[in-house]
């Protein structure tokens, strides 16, 4: 106001007004005098103000009556000009406001004049608009007067005025409203006690209000009356007045001033009583109204709905409804059911098209549907009018696309009975012209023949309607085509936008008012702790509240919703449209899905579904899992049945690809268009941002996208992620160029998709797998019993899923792997299992290279879960995926190889479960595995796996597939056993310590622990199974195989075995080696004989090896001579041992039966196993070696670091090392005696086993044939060599019997002949007299024997008669080779070695025994001369025996087999009587000798006087050196027997007497033949035989009678000699005539005559009285 206030304003003013008043006065002068003296006092008037008050302008308005006065009179005149001057003048006044209330009255009234005048209509209107807006001093009647003018003004003729009266109208309305509106505020703050509202019957009194109020509800009052065509109160005066100016006004107020009427009750009381009944009425024709219904049949004319009644009253609803919904709920209800109505088919179409609009207006406003629900829709027996609203929406888009609209609107409003459905065909339809060839670009949706276009009615989100605003029109407006759709799809849109952002906003803010308070509740006070406790409590009420609302809501909406909108989707033909419908549908389904609502979710997601996939595409999840109410299709809405209409086919969408359906049969191809795709994308939107809430509906939604990459022809690659790939089979996919730049979008998305799967909470995530693990199975059930390509999407994915949960695997780890592992990796297609490995592989190697929280290292049990499944791959039998498992193995162990840990057992589990059948490469990479842990990591593994490495390396020991991997693992086996020696000290405490620990658990459970070879310390125990292991690989069906594990066991336990506890030798012993040497002997006494051909492939195999029991016989060697080393180098460990003893029988068992095999290799190995325990040293000699090393002194471990380990003081050093050696020297210890009993018990137990192998190997067999076995040489001369070293131990005990038994053997060994094929490397040639090994060792044998008795006791001695008895027997084999039982041998001799007796079928040839015989015999003579006059030799006639003996050979003489033997008989005759003949002659009264003596006779007799013709081809030095032998043998006779004939018995030396004789007798052949020559050669011996005869005749010097006796006997035996010569010559000489005696006879009588000369001669000498003289006389000379 300060412009009006201001000095220069107000001066202004008041130049005007006195300007104005001049002018007046003027004009009137002539006509009307009045007026101008009233104009004229005025001027003094104004003057007279202007000078005596300050204050002009109040003083003006006091004075205002009088100062208006001239205006008034002025316009009295209704004289044009003078009016408009005067009006003008007043509206001045007006504008500065100092008009008072009177004279306002009177202008007025002035006013009214004039229009009943007809008078200025415009400026009246003007005035009045002025006077009422500058200020409020016009009230009550005045007022009411004002407003009639207007409204009568706005029903004149003039059209202009009309108008201006309108907008008048409408703007004293308005100000009426804003007075009361201000008068509020001016009294806001006096608090008033509300008079409760009577329901007063005289309306006009409203005491209560204050006046602008009172003015406001007049006003507001009447207009309702006028409407409803009744008198009004107030507005008196009025004339006439129409209902749709009335409808705008009551709009238009209720529209500005809604606070009004929701303050005030006197208001709300006319809402509720004028306004809404009024509304009811007016709408009755529209209710009632059908078109097309026969108007005839009902009994007064129905009145025809008014379109602008009618639309009026639809934008006072909105308002009403928009505005005081709060006040008018039950009114409200009506007027909803109203519009729902309104959108009947049978309505007129633009009925239905603003009432569409009016629901468009309410869908914008989701609070405004939030509270219809509440207040409708949940409320017991009250109309669910939200839902109503919905599927009306619904049923009314479906009824467009069903009855095609009419052609020309208009007239359906002139003819009421037209019949829209039936007349007008669709065809007709001028807009469906251009469609049939679907060439149009136009957005629309076409459905079953029906095209709809869309047009751009409105931004979204605004309700702008069209029809509603057209307040000029009278007549019904002609809708265009697809107005009223367009309008309803954007309902569907604005109401599922609206209700969405509304609900997620609410929810979004509870879950954050939630939050804070939970967290301040635990950082505060008690007390505000309880008031935070109880306002979360409010909360959760509110939001229990909240929550019911929203799902209400939901539930009533959902069906409708999708009805239409799937419909519109089915029907869509652009782009953005179909964009904007599955924006709907993605919005509900995830809204659905954030409230749990799990039907309308899945029901929302199937309809997406379903519009990916081409229409009829049997996808079973589809039609069986979605909810039941979606089964059949439709379901009834609220008694209205909605269709659930199917996608039709016959859709014009452009085809953009071509592929497969995935079935078990595909039947063709089927198509994608461009619409399909665009759902798919909506789809893995859906996934992608809303996977949270999808719940069991993944199921659907994946489903479906394996259905669409499958006809997309998305292959899995690696990671999971789908790549573009070729169909593998069928009629390939066909793509254009659209979708292949789509394709890699879609595979981004996707994996996207199940990126995004690491922000789902774990339940969502869990049913995600689920649903991929229902899928997989699905897609396995298609792929059985065919090799078509399966669909591995489903695998591909959980692969994905499980890549990108890393972080918390193990929530998702047991459904994901279990259902790989079970179903996946054994399902036979190859290419389903291939893909299942994989995709288990790659989690369990991702799992065990993530970056967990906390590291796996500190999560053990997270490590073995991620590991466990690797392990479970084992039981699966497909080579391919065990492959992969082991690919796996090996990938780990490259790279996570040190940090596994306690996944170790499962690790080597994986190594060790390959079988082996299972094929070569996988037996190779599981190999390659092994090779890789044993070479690196080892030391990284607890010790705790070492056992099973140990177990593993044995388990590829026994495969057989490949020969080289069995070797292979022989050696890591070897290298283990090395890094056990090397760690030994480490392993063995962390052992230790883990023995403790696991005992300890046992004992809280109260089992026994059980481990294998308990009680043994667990450090011994890993060595005992690396120990076992090796031991069953020694039974391996494979020679090399046993080769190299007896080697590597032997040489592990001779390399390391001083690590064990000296107890654990025990299981050594027992439980390793001899069971070992069990089963190997088991094995090769049964083992095939049959001969095998060649080796695997073309190796060739010796003939030496090319049995399996020549094999197994190696095996058998290597093993005795293993077990007997471990014997004779730990004997000082084993012996301490309580049962050494029963331990040494077992192994004398074992050397017994391999030495008895029938196999000469083995029986040979036996006995150098025998021999090798048989060296050892007994440990009481042997203080190098204490019964454990002992600790190593302080100096030692300074040299050489700690190498002692605990415990047991175990030197943790070789045994060759220095520690040991420096550690046995500086021991202060004595060294351990054993019993000396127990000793010798073990010697003994050692005899009489090799009493036994002998007596069993030498023992003839009763029948021969080719296969029979006889013991070899080699076998034999072992045999024989080990008596010696083995009778040192036994010597003190060595009886009789043990000699015989001896003998026995030695006989039995000797006599044994060998093969033909053998012979030329054992026998020396015929003329060597060399012995073979064998006989070397028997008389080695006794040799040791008879040492031993020499220097042994006087009881010992008795033996020397048994030795020289055994001797002699070996002497006569000189000339009578022994048998070998039965069996043929030949003779040496007879064997001479020509090439067809080498190769003759083994012929047995008895050994060359000569050379054998004449060592013997010198051996007998030595023993001889040693012991001849020994008790035992003397008592046992062992002279006789010798004598006896040799007899044989000297007889045969030039007969015997070798010439040697005969010499060497008759020398060693004559050695052993040189020495004998005395011991006889000493012992000749005991008559010991008797029996000698006849033998020797006899023995002299065969050897001088031999039937055995000399050889031809004996020269003539030989004859004479044999002859010269024949006269040693006298010349023995005369020095050693005839001069002690006195203790000879007679008969003996009459014997010797008749041989000299005979011997001295030249015998003379008859014949001139080589017998001259030979008898001439044995002149020699005659003559001295015949020396000695003579010599004996003539002992002179007779001491005894005896010796008389001698001489007589040797007298009488010379003279009848030269008796018989004599006679002889003279007999010979007489018949011989001229010829001369042979020259020989001649020497002989000339030597006998020389002879018997001598004798003559000594006779002389002795006396007379000798009586040999007659004899002598009687010789023939001396005639």
């Known amino acids: 106001m300060s412009s009006t206030n201001s000095p220069e304003a107000v001066k202004k003013l008041l130049e005007n007004m006195q300007s104005d008043l001049r002018a007046l006065s003027l004009e009137c002068k002539k006509k009307f005098p009045p007026v101008k003296e009233a104009a004229e006092s005025g001027i003094i008037k104004v003057k007279t103000i202007a000078a005596r008050n300050t204050e002009i302008l109040a003083a003006l308005k006091e004075n205002s009556s009088e100062v208006v006065q001239p205006f008034l009179m002025g316009c009295g005149t209704k004289e044009p000009k003078i009016t408009q001057l005067c009006l003008a003048a007043i509206q001045r006044l007006m504008s500065h406001e100092v008009v008072s209330e009177t004279a306002a009255g009177n202008i007025i009234n002035m006013l009214w004049q004039l229009m009943e005048n007809s008078l200025e209509e415009l400026k009246l209107l003007q005035t009045v608009l002025v006077l009422l807006t500058t200020n409020t001093v016009v009230h009550d009647e005045a007022l009411s007067k004002a407003i009639v003018l207007c409204f009568r003004l706005h029903f004149t003729k003039d059209n202009i005025t009309n108008n201006t009266a309108a907008a008048t109208v409408r703007q004293v309305v308005t100000v009426v409203f804003e007075r009361m509106v201000a008068e509020d505020e001016q009294h806001r703050d006096i608090i008033e006690q509300p008079a409760l509202v009577q329901a007063n019957s ?85 209710i009632k109204f059908r078109q097309g219904s026969n108007t005839s049949s009902s009994p007064a004319p129905v009145e025809k709905p008014y379109f602008p009644i009618c639309m009026r009253l639809l934008r006072v609803v909105s308002v009403l409804i928009k505005q005081f919904y709060s006040l008018l709920v039950t009114e409200c209800e009506i007027f909803l059911s109203l519009l729902v109505k309104f959108l009947d088919a049978d309505k007129p179409q633009w009925l239905r098209a603003v009432a569409v609009e009016s629901i468009h207006r309410l869908c914008v406003q989701p609070q405004l549907l939030r509270s219809f629900c509440q207040s409708y829709d949940m409320k017991q027996h009250s109309t669910k009018v939200f839902r109503d609203i919905v599927n009306a929406l619904g049923s009314f888009i479906q009824s467009l696309f069903l009855v095609p609209p009419t052609g020309n609107p208009a007239t359906a409003n002139q003819a009421g009975n037209n019949n829209a459905g039936g007349t007008v065909s669709a065809p007709a339809n001028p807009g469906m012209l251009g469609i049939g060839g679907g060439v149009t670009l136009l957005p629309a949706f076409e459905y079953r023949g029906t095209w709809i276009p869309i047009l751009t009615i409105t931004v979204q989100g605004s309700a702008k309607a069209t029809y509603l605003e057209m307040l000029d029109k009278v007549e019904p407006p002609t809708i265009p085509e697809g107005y009223a759709m367009s309008v309803a799809f954007h309902c569907l849109l604005d109401l599922v936008r609206g209700i969405t952002s509304m609900i997620e906003g609410e929810l979004g803010e509870t879950e954050t008012e939630c939050q804070p308070t939970s967290e301040a509740a635990s950082s505060t006070t008690q007390s505000s702790e309880q008031q935070e406790l109880q306002s979360t409590a409010d909360e959760m009420d509110k939001e229990i509240v909240n929550k019911a609302v929203w799902e209400e809501m939901v539930n009533a909406c959902w069906c409708g919703l999708l009805a239409a909108l799937s419909l519109l989707l089915d029907a869509s033909t652009d782009e953005a449209a179909t964009e904007n419908i599955l924006k709907a549908e993605l919005t509900m389904a995830a809204l659905c899905g954030r409230l749990g609502l799990v039907t309308s979710r899945d029901a929302f997601i199937t309809a997406i579904c379903k519009g990916s996939l081409p229409p009829h595409y049997a996808l079973t999840v589809l039609n069986t ?226 970056n967990h929280d906390p590291p796996l290292s500190q999560n053990q049990r997270l490590q073995l879960l991620l590991l466990n499944p690797l392990k479970e791959m084992s039981s699966i039998n497909h080579p391919d995926i065990r492959l992969k498992q082991l690919e796996c193995v090996l990938q780990i162990l490259q790279s996570q190889g040190d940090s596994l840990g306690p996944g170790w057992p499962l690790v080597l589990g ?55 991997i069995s070797l292979t693992s022989i050696g890591l086996l070897w290298n283990i056993s090395d890094y056990f020696f090397q760690r030994g000290e480490i392993i063995e405490k962390e052992l230790n310590k883990e023995e403790a620990a696991q005992q300890k658990q046992a004992e809280e459970k109260g089992v026994v622990l059980n481990r294998p070879f308990h009680p043994a310390p667990p450090f011994d125990c890993l060595w005992l199974c690396l120990y076992a292991k090796l031991g069953e690989l020694c039974v391996d069906p494979r020679p090399a195989v046993r080769k190299s594990a007896g080697q590597t066991l032997f040489s592990t336990i001779g390399a390391h075995g001083t690590l064990l506890q000296h107890s654990t030798w025990h299981t050594v012993i027992w439980k390793v080696l001899f069971h070992l040497l069990d089963r190997v002997r088991e094995s090769s006494t049964t083992a095939d004989k049959e001969k095998i051909e060649s080796g695997g492939g073309n190796i060739l195999i010796h003939h030496s090896r090319d049995t399996a029991e020549k094999q197994w016989a190696e095996t058998w060697v290597l093993t005795l001579a293993g077990v007997a080393r471990i014997f004779n180098t730990r004997r000082y460990l084993l012996q301490p041992l309580g049962d050494f003893s029963r331990a040494w029988d077992v192994l004398l068992d074992h050397i017994q039966s391999a030495a008895l095999s029938k196999n000469n290799e083995v029986s040979l190995a036996a006995l150098k196993s025998f021999q090798e325990i048989l060296q050892i040293v007994s440990p009481v000699r042997d203080s190098d070696k204490p019964e454990t090393p002992p600790a190593v002194n302080v100096p030692v471990s300074v040299l050489l670091g700690s190498i002692s380990g605990p415990g047991l003081s175990r030197p943790f050093v070789r045994t060759d090392s220095i520690g040991e050696r420096l550690g046995r020297y500086s021991s202060s210890e004595p060294p351990i005696v054993t019993d000396e009993l127990e000793d010798l018990n073990l010697w003994w137990a050692a005899w009489n086993t090799w009493y036994r192998i002998g007596s069993e190997s030498t023992k003839p067999p009763i029948t021969f044939d080719k296969l029979t076995f006889i013991p070899s040489q080699p076998f034999l001369t072992a045999l024989i060599q080990i008596f010696p070293a083995l009778y040192q131990h036994i010597k003190t005990g060595f009886s009789m019997d043990d000699l015989q038994k001896l003998g026995v053997i030695l006989h039995s060994a000797v006599s044994v002949p060998i093969s033909s094929d053998a012979s030329p490397f054992i026998l020396p040639s015929y003329t060597e007299a060399v012995l073979t090994s064998l006989q070397e060792a028997v008389l080695t044998a006794l040799d040791v024997l008879q040492k031993a008795i020499c220097i042994g006791s006087e009881n010992m001695q008795i033996m020397y008669p048994a030795i020289f008895d055994q001797l002699l027997a070996f002497v006569e084999f000189s000339c009578k080779p022994p048998q070998y039982g039965q069996l ?72 015997c087999p070798s010439e040697s033997t005969w010499k060497l008989a008759v020398s060693s005759l004559l050695k052993v009587l040189s020495i004998g003949l005395p011991v006889a002659r000493q012992h000749a009264s005991s008559g010991k000798f008797d029996s000698m003596w006849p033998e020797l006779a006899n023995t002299f007799e065969d050897f001088l006087f031999t039937k055995s013709i000399p050889p031809d081809n004996l020269s003539i030095q030989e004859f004479q050196r044999n002859e010269c032998i024949d006269v040693e043998v006298v010349q023995l006779i005369s020095t050693e027997i005839l001069p002690y004939a006195n203790f000879i018995p007679k ?16 015998s003379q052949s008859s014949s001139f033949t080589e017998a001259e020559i030979d008898i001439r050669l044995r002149e020699e011996f005659s003559k001295m035989c015949f020396e000695t005869l003579l010599q004996f005749s003539f002992s002179n010097k007779v001491t005894t009678p005896q010796e008389g006796y001698i001489s007589r006997m040797a007298l009488s035996v010379l003279l009848k000699r030269s008796q018989d010569v004599l006679h002889r ?33 000594s006779l002389k000498k002795t006396q007379p009285e000798n009586g040999n003289l007659p004899k002598l006389m009687k010789i023939p000379g001396h005639k």
């Open 202 to 286: 005289n309306r006009r009194s409203v005491s209560t209000l204050k006046p602008c109020a009172k003015d406001a509800y007049m006003l507001f009052q009447d207009l309702c009356q006028l409407v409803n065509a009744d008198a009004p109160y107030w507005l008196v005066g009025m004339t006439e007045m129409t209902r749709t100016f009335g409808l705008e006004l009551l709009e238009s107020v209720l529209n500005d001033f809604p606070q009004v009427f929701l303050q005030h009750q006197e208001f709300s009381f006319l809402l509720k009583e004028r306004v809404c009944p009024l509304v009811i009425k007016l709408f009755s024709p529209n």
């Open 625 to 850: 899992t979605t909810a039941a109410t979606l089964s059949n299709k439709s379901y009834s809405i609220q008694g209205q049945s909605v269709m659930m209409i199917s996608p039709s086919s016959e859709s014009h969408q452009q085809v953009v690809a071509v592929g497969q359906p995935l079935a078990v049969q595909p039947q063709g191809t089927v198509m994608l268009t461009s619409k399909n795709i665009q759902c798919m994308r909506t789809l893995l939107n859906l996934a992608h941002c809303h996977g949270a809430v999808l719940g069991t509906s993944w199921q659907l939604v994946l489903a479906t996208l394996q259905h669409l990459v499958w006809i997309l022809g998305l292959k899995p690659s690696s990671g999971g992620a789908l790549k573009p790939g070729r169909a593998v089979e069928g009629p390939s996919t066909v793509l254009t160029t659209a979708v292949m730049t789509d394709l890699p979008v879609i595979s981004n998305i996707l994996s996207r998709l199940f990126e995004s799967s690491q922000y789902l909470d774990d339940v969502s995530l869990h049913h995600l797998i689920n649903a991929l693990c229902s899928l997989s199975l699905e897609a396995m059930d298609m792929a059985y019993g065919n090799n078509k390509e399966p669909s591995l999407f489903a695998v591909a994915k959980l692969l994905e899923t499980g890549l990108v949960n890393m972080h918390r695997i193990e929530i998702l780890w047991r459904p994901l792997t279990g259902h790989l592992l079970e179903k996946v990796c054994q399902h036979p297609n190859s290419r389903m299992r291939e893909w299942g490995a994989e995709a288990l592989t790659s989690l369990i190697k991702a799992g065990l290279t993530f």
């Open 910 to 964: 994986v190594m060790g479960a390959i079988r082996n059948d299972q094929g070569e490469s996988l037996i190779r990479t599981a190999f390659q595995c092994l090779q890789l842990v044993v070479t690196d990591f080892l030391p990284t593994m607890p010790c705790s796996c070492l056992q099973i490495v140990v177990d593993v390396a044995g388990s590829f020991g026994l495969h057989n597939q490949e020969l080289n």
């Open 1384 to 1455: 043929e041998t030949k003779h040496i001799a007879n064997a001479k070695y020509n090439q067809i007796q080498l190769f003759a079928p083994a012929e047995w040839v008895a050994l060359n025994y000569v050379p054998f015989a004449e060592r013997s015999l010198e051996v007998v003579v030595d023993l001889y001369q040693k012991t001849a006059c020994h008790k035992a030799v003397v008592n046992e006639k062992v002279l006789q025996n010798i004598i006896k003996t040799l007899r044989f050979p000297l007889s045969l003489k030039y007969s």
């Open 1547 to 1562: 008969e003996f030396v009459g014997q010797i007497m008749t041989m000299l004789n005979k011997g001295s007798i030249h």
């Open 1625 to 1657: 010559y003279i007999e010979d000489e007489r018949l011989s005539g001229k010829c001369p005696l042979p020259r020989q006879q001649v020497t002989e009588i000339i030597f006998v005559l020389k002879a018997v000369s001598t004798l003559i001669d």
